[in-house]
């Protein structure tokens, strides 16, 4: 199979750190991407990780373990304007990006 | 603006009715994408087009057309469709089909009546 699971919801408060765990199944796994997508916008890409290990750009981390069929999203600082939802893709060997069904996250004041 | 355009923004249509919809992109890629995106359900991929070439069809019913006539743009010809397809339909493009950074457009919120 090529399922991944991630959270539907969670919630934190400005200025704090969460993490948005994801697993997936290993089947002709490649890659694991992350996406952003505000309520009516287009899906935005965050990252990719193909080897183990943590990727940083500026406030967003994404780690992978492919060991433990295992990902997350580290976001830091949360700001108001990170409300959104994230979500993670696993990329396969033939070319293509399988969606997780995303978590919603909720930064409140 | 993303750098995939897709237009119309909304689209309501009859079940009787065919339309299409349209998306495209200068950003050089070479690899272009459709996704369904329904309320409460993950990005479902329909079509992988890589060089012009469609080389993914997810078992999409035979009521959703892809057309490719180039790199630089991609249609969904859409003809008697049913209820259960209202979603919005998202296009993405990558530099390859290996390129997993893809740059998604804002979608078409269709609404089948």
């Known amino acids: 199979g090529q399922s991944l699971e991630q959270p539907s919801e969670v919630t934190a408060v400005e200025g704090a750190i969460v993490q948005i765990n994801c697993t997936y199944q290993?089947?002709?796994?490649?890659?694991l991407s992350w996406y952003q997508q505000h309520d009516g916008g287009a899906p935005t890409f965050l990252s990719y990780n193909a080897l183990d290990g943590l990727e940083e750009t500026g406030r967003f981390s994404s780690f992978l373990s492919r060991s433990d069929s295992y990902g997350y999203l580290l976001l830091q600082e949360l700001q108001m304007k990170d409300s959104a939802s994230y979500f993670c893709a696993r990329a396969s060997n033939t070319g293509k990006l399988i969606f997780g069904q995303g978590t919603t996250l909720q930064v409140k004041p | 603006e993303t750098g995939v355009t897709q237009t119309p923004r909304h689209l309501v249509m009859g079940m009787t009715n065919k339309k299409s919809l349209k998306c495209e992109q200068h950003l050089g890629h070479n690899a272009m994408y459709w996704y369904k995106q329904s309320a409460k359900k993950p990005l479902e991929l329909m079509f992988v087009y890589n060089f012009k070439e469609q080389t993914e069809n997810n078992s999409v019913p035979s009521r959703f057309s892809p057309e490719c006539p180039n790199s630089s743009h991609l249609f969904l010809h859409l003809h008697t469709l049913q209820p259960e397809d209202s979603a919005l339909y998202l296009c993405?493009?990558?530099?390859?089909?290996?390129?997993?950074?893809?740059?998604f457009g804002s979608g078409t919120r269709l609404t089948v009546v």
């Open positions: 290993t089947s002709g796994f490649y890659g």
């Open positions: 993405a493009s990558s530099q390859d089909r290996q390129a997993y950074g893809y740059t």
